[in-house]
C-alpha cells in the first residue's frame, strides 16, 4: 500500500494504492478521471472515488512517493486501507490550499494533513513577487541614472 503522485502540468494529484490495481483519490466528479486534479483546484466540492490506477493516470508519469514517512510514522497499512474505504462515494470539502488530494491522503496515511507542493508555491510566488520588485525598482533607478 503506497501513498502516490501523478504528475501533471500545474501539480501532482495524490491518490492511495490500495491493491489490485486501484487507487482511491479525491476527484472532481464532473471531470474525466485524467483531468480531475486540475479541474478540482477551484471545485469546492470534490468527491472520494476508488478507480483503476490507469483510469486515473492516464498518459501522466506517477511513481510511489511515501516521502513524508522520513519524517512521520505511518498508520498501519490496514488501518489506512479500512479509513480509505469509508471515505468511497463521499462528498468532500476541496480547497487547493489546505484540502487538497495531497491532505486527504496524507491525513489517511500519517493522520496529519500535509502539503508540501503548497507551501512550495506559496514560496514560489513570494519569490517571484520579490524578483519582480527589485527587476522594477532597478529599472527604476537606471532610468532615473541615464537621464542624467
Not at 23 to 34: F, K, L, N, P, Q
Not at 111 to 130: H, I, K, M, R, S
Given at each position: 500500500?503506497?501513498?502516490g503522485?501523478?504528475f501533471?502540468?500545474?501539480?501532482d494529484?495524490?491518490?492511495l494504492?490500495?491493491?489490485?490495481?486501484?487507487?482511491?483519490?479525491?476527484?472532481?466528479?464532473?471531470a474525466?478521471?485524467?483531468l480531475?486534479?486540475?479541474?478540482s483546484?477551484c471545485?469546492?466540492?470534490?468527491?472520494?472515488?476508488?478507480q483503476?490506477?490507469?483510469?486515473v493516470?492516464g498518459?501522466?508519469?506517477?511513481r510511489?512517493?511515501n516521502?513524508?514517512?522520513?519524517s512521520?510514522?505511518?498508520r498501519?497499512?490496514?488501518?489506512?486501507i479500512?479509513?480509505?474505504?469509508?471515505?468511497?462515494?463521499k462528498?468532500?470539502t476541496?480547497?487547493?490550499f489546505?484540502?487538497?488530494c495531497?491532505?486527504?491522503?496524507?491525513k489517511?496515511r500519517?493522520?496529519?494533513?500535509?502539503?508540501?507542493q503548497?507551501?512550495?508555491?506559496?514560496?514560489?510566488g513570494?519569490?517571484?513577487?520579490?524578483?519582480?520588485?527589485?527587476?522594477?525598482?532597478?529599472?527604476?533607478?537606471?532610468?532615473?541614472?541615464?537621464?542624467?
Amino acid at each position: 500500500m503506497r501513498a502516490g503522485d501523478i504528475f501533471r502540468t500545474i501539480y501532482d494529484h495524490w491518490a492511495l494504492y490500495v491493491g489490485d490495481e486501484y487507487v482511491i483519490h479525491v476527484t472532481d466528479e464532473g471531470a474525466s478521471s485524467v483531468l480531475a486534479s486540475s479541474s478540482s483546484v477551484c471545485a469546492g466540492k470534490a468527491k472520494v472515488k476508488k478507480q483503476l490506477l490507469k483510469e486515473v493516470v492516464g498518459n501522466s508519469k506517477w511513481r510511489v512517493n511515501n516521502k513524508y514517512d522520513r519524517s512521520r510514522t505511518p498508520r498501519p497499512v490496514e488501518e489506512i486501507i479500512r479509513r480509505a474505504e469509508q471515505w468511497i462515494g463521499k462528498e468532500v470539502t476541496y480547497n487547493v490550499f489546505n484540502k487538497n488530494c495531497e491532505h486527504f491522503v496524507t491525513k489517511l496515511r500519517y493522520g496529519e494533513a500535509l502539503c508540501e507542493q503548497v507551501q512550495d508555491a506559496a514560496y514560489d510566488g513570494v519569490t517571484a513577487a520579490a524578483l519582480g520588485i527589485v527587476a522594477g525598482v532597478a529599472t527604476v533607478v537606471a532610468n532615473a541614472f541615464l537621464r542624467r
